[in-house]
């Protein structure tokens, strides 16, 4: 059995063994999607930014595959309120932020910020990193199967509402997609999903996951669904 690291400085195993087929066409997409595919944000050539990591988690459920996902508390200064994969900024015993320091934040801020026991996610791959100019944060996206499931939930309200899966049957439902536009003139993907609205970095990461791996339907580019300055 492959099990993922522990996050507390042990070696982090990356395998492709033993997957589910249905999880072929992500890994696929992995392997080959460039970074200007992704986002039209990329990290800094001057290395600037604070390196971060999320984990984008594969799980199956009553209704298939499905995605794990949180929302933060309203109550935070950043992204308050906002879906969004577990996941933060790299500490020091993470390790190399070029090597495998991302994927131990991911597994570590995953068990903070959910509870879950990373012994149970077995890592698959990693997407080229990306740039969150409004935080500046140099995010590393972090792919795992969730081999073993253990329970999730709010560890800390601080900063977590919610925890909560999506499955991906709703994610690709046509009926549940949207362009998020913002008062700034920005626009990008969205999706009403599990009561919630998922839109920014996340709802961007989700919707190239979806095309890359083929599993995205026709849908109305032209629904919208306004932010406001708050967001």
């Not at 500490?91 to 994927?103: A, K, S």
Request: hydrophobic letters at 40%; one cysteine or more.
């Amino acid at each position: 059995m492959t099990r993922a690291s522990d996050t507390h400085g042990g070696p982090v195993t990356v395998s492709k063994a033993g997957l589910p087929d249905w999880l072929e066409p992500v890994v696929r997409a992995v392997e080959t999607v460039e970074p200007r595919q992704l986002s039209r944000f990329l990290p800094p050539e001057d290395g600037a930014g604070r390196q971060s990591a999320v984990l984008i988690l594969f799980g199956e459920g009553a209704r298939g595959p499905e995605l794990l996902l949180m929302e933060r508390a309203g109550s935070l200064r950043s992204h308050a309120g906002q879906p969004s994969f577990p996941g933060g900024a790299l500490d020091p015993e993470d390790g190399d932020p070029h090597g495998d320091g991302p994927l131990r934040a991911a597994l570590r801020e995953a068990e903070e910020e959910t509870g879950l026991d990373p012994a149970g996610v077995q890592l698959f791959g990693v997407l080229p990193k990306l740039y969150i100019p409004v935080s500046g944060f140099v995010v590393t996206p972090c792919l795992g199967w969730w081999r073993e499931p253990s329970p999730v939930g709010v560890v800390d309200p601080a900063e977590t509402a919610r925890v909560f899966t999506v499955p991906v049957a709703d994610l690709t439902d046509p009926a549940n997609r949207a362009t998020a536009v913002h008062p700034s003139g920005h626009r990008g993907a969205a999706f009403t999903v599990a009561s919630a609205l998922v839109w920014g970095f996340t709802a961007g990461l989700i919707d190239r996951l979806l095309h890359y791996a083929g599993w995205e339907l026709p849908w109305d580019r032209e629904k919208q669904v306004p932010l406001d300055w708050r967001s």
